[in-house]
């Protein structure tokens, strides 16, 4: 009896053991699944990349942007400034001008009292 329970075991485990391993069909799906995978994990590094590069451009142009900002301020700052000078040489002009037409007047006033 014991003999038989032993046997009977043993041909239990031995087919367990033997069902539990893996067919060939089911190491090709693996096989499959980890080529499908593999070929995401391309794709997704493929995106990231492309994306990268997008990124870049886009903050490339957004310097030159803020480079242009920047000269656009500048010469707008510079104008400024040359109109304000020149605002200040018409003001001296027309003061100049204000007092030669004031010794004129007063020229012509004192001819006119001899």
Do not use: P
């Not at 038989?4 to 499959?32: K, N, P, Q, W, Y």
């Not at 100049?96 to 020229?107: F, H, I, P, T």
Request: charged share 35%; aromatic share 2%; with cysteine.
């Amino acid at each position: 009896m014991k003999k038989s329970l032993f046997m009977f075991s043993m041909m239990l485990i031995l087919a367990i053991t033997a069902g539990g391993c893996a067919t060939r069909g089911d190491l090709e799906r693996v096989e499959t699944q980890e080529k499908l995978i593999g070929a995401k994990a391309d794709q997704a590094a493929q995106d990231a990349q492309a994306a990268k590069a997008a990124a870049d451009a886009a903050a490339l142009k957004a310097n030159q942007a803020a480079a242009k900002a920047e000269e656009a301020v500048k010469k707008a700052e510079e104008r400024e400034r040359l109109a304000e000078e020149k605002e200040k040489l018409a003001e001296e002009k027309a003061r100049l001008a204000d007092e030669k037409a004031k010794q004129a007047e007063a020229a012509f006033q004192k001819s006119m009292r001899k």
